[in-house]
């Protein structure tokens, strides 16, 4: 008797079908034998570990403090407050030495010819410098009214002894005015001082 492949259970020869499980029956196939109850092998179980994620060490990375730049502070320039005097002078040394009063060469510039020594050797010399430029004007007037009375008086004589002697008269009081002024001047210049003469004080030969 054939038996079904499926279940295993028999069956007639002419069917067609199983009757217990409804499987085609093949006759190629049909086993003309129980099949035996195959041995079903015991199932190992295989445990797979948990796979841990593996931590990979994080590396630390050290930012170095950035330390804030001081930018320099610029300080608005002041302007020096306008002042009605006049700024004072800064005089170095040698410039102090120059505006030192020379009284030697200004006693010097009242006595005739020696004018010429502070003309030539103290002209830096402020205070020397203003009284060579008096007992210059001076000294060049003398000469003028000196030249003026010897050329003129041999004519003036001979001409009108009347206007010859006016014109002595005039040019001795000038003379003697020019000695006035020239004392003055050089007890000034001994004194320190720098006060104009008058009547000369508009003339400027050194500046």
């Not at 020379?102 to 103290?122: H, S």
């Amino acid at each position: 008797m054939p038996y079904c492949e499926n279940c295993g259970a028999q069956i007639s020869e002419s069917a067609k079908f199983c009757t217990e499980c409804g499987t085609p029956l093949q006759r190629t196939v049909l086993k003309t034998e129980p099949a035996e109850a195959v041995e079903q092998q015991p199932v190992v179980e295989v445990k797979i570990p948990e796979m841990k994620p593996v931590e990979q060490p994080v590396a630390e990375v050290k930012i170095p403090e950035m330390k804030p730049v001081e930018q320099p502070v610029i300080l608005p320039v002041q302007e020096p407050a306008a002042s009605s005097t006049e700024p004072a002078i800064v005089q170095t040394p040698s410039a102090e030495k120059e505006d030192k009063p020379r009284k030697g060469m200004a006693v010097l510039a009242y006595l005739g010819l020696l004018v010429v020594i502070p003309l030539l050797f103290a002209r830096r010399n402020s205070f020397a410098r203003f009284h060579t430029n008096q007992g210059l004007v001076l000294y060049l007037l003398t000469l003028v009214c000196n030249c003026i009375s010897e050329l003129l008086m041999g004519t003036l004589v001979e001409f009108s002894p009347v206007l010859a002697i006016a014109v002595y008269a005039v040019l001795g009081l000038a003379s003697v005015l020019l000695l006035v002024l020239d004392i003055i001047g050089l007890f000034g210049a001994l004194g320190g001082k720098t006060k104009p003469l008058p009547l000369i004080s508009a003339i400027r030969f050194l500046k």
